[in-house]
């Protein structure tokens, strides 16, 4: 039975991830600033803040208490705004930074100790397609998931001769609430400038996620794949 941790788990393809490898007969430990959406006798949930460095730190306390060691961290927490660099707000762009890469960087940090513990440790890194495509109007969020990417990179040379991977996913556009306050004709205009035009599902990334976790995927690492035939 795998201990997999992943952040953002109370919606969208968080909440996808964590009911999929329940299914799988999985421990999952999710986390989220809110209350759970999932209910099930092998998942624990924690309201903690990803840029909250005493809130991760006290998480892991408990994670090493309860649990000794982990297998898999999924960092899918992340916020976007779509807005033109001249009309995005100071506090909009640090949140945006905030969550996406430094919430990466914190949960990064403080699971290493415990993932070198897993004879098949994975760090599975959410990013975007809006990187590659350089959109316009998503310069901060772009920006930010390509600090993630470099990060995956370097981490993963990091991290490697403990035995863990670091891979990162970056899917199209999906029906969720991240992306509900932009436009329908640009995200459509986006899925047709894709080789694969259409909408990405969570099962997409889910398929992915799940060939990063293989245990024959252990010399797979510092990759990035971009769903949808874009890179």
Not at 7 to 18: C, S, W
Not at 132 to 154: N, Q
Request: charged share 20%; proline share 4%; hydrophobic share 40%.
């Amino acid at each position: 039975m795998r201990h997999i941790l992943i952040t953002g788990a109370n919606r969208g393809i968080g909440e996808a991830l964590a009911r999929h490898y329940l299914d799988l007969g999985d421990r999952v430990i999710g986390c989220a600033r809110s209350e759970p959406s999932v209910e099930h006798e092998r998942y624990t949930h924690h309201q903690v803040d990803v840029t909250s460095e005493a809130g991760v730190r006290a998480l892991f306390d408990q994670l090493r208490r309860e649990h000794q060691h982990l297998d898999c961290l999924i960092n899918n927490a992340g916020v976007a705004s779509m807005n033109p660099i001249a009309l995005t707000p100071y506090g909009t762009a640090k949140k945006i930074i905030d969550v996406n890469f430094l919430g990466t960087f914190l949960f990064t940090n403080a699971a290493i100790r415990l993932l070198r513990k897993s004879s098949c440790a994975r760090i599975v890194n959410l990013t975007t397609v809006a990187v590659p495509l350089r959109l316009e109007g998503e310069a901060v969020y772009a920006a930010s998931k390509s600090a993630v990417e470099t990060f995956t990179r370097i981490t993963a040379r990091e991290v490697g001769r403990m035995g863990i991977t670091c891979n990162a996913v970056g899917p199209t556009p999906i029906r969720t609430r991240l992306i509900q306050g932009v436009p329908n004709e640009k995200l459509n205009a986006l899925v047709e400038r894709q080789a694969v035009p259409r909408w990405a599902e969570p099962g997409d990334v889910i398929n992915v996620v799940d060939f990063f976790l293989k245990p024959e995927s252990g010399l797979i690492t510092g990759q990035v794949v971009y769903l949808g035939g874009i890179g």
